[in-house]
């Protein structure tokens, strides 16, 4: 896919915006976006578990959707204890919006340095 267009389905997730909603805003096909997010979980899973491996838990309300959009580094991002706590308790659950907005910008870094 366009790496654009995966930019702005990571954007709309970031914003908090249904696949649906995006599917028909961009006039992607809804399974090309579901596609793109199944990448993302594939790429990051193993990073994204070795990182909150043993973490305790601080925050079990834990909101990153503001930092997530404000944060300058993924490195500051995955660093934040909120964001930290959100992976730990939301990891498994692949239709929640914010860890699609995570493992948006982990993949793009791991992209990066790999």
Known sequence: ????????IAQMRCENRPVKQIAKKLGVNRDDIEAVIKKWISYT???????VKNRKVKNTKADPGFILNVTASVEEL?????????????????????????????????????
């Open 78 to 114: 995955l660093k934040n204890d909120d964001v930290l706590d959100y992976i730990a308790l939301h990891m498994s659950d692949h239709h929640d919006r914010l860890m699609d907005c995570i493992r948006y910008k982990v993949y793009i870094y791991l992209k990066q340095i790999r």
């Open 45 to 51: 899973d193993e990073y994204l578990k070795e990182l």
């Open 1 to 8: 896919m366009n790496p654009k267009i995966e930019e702005k």
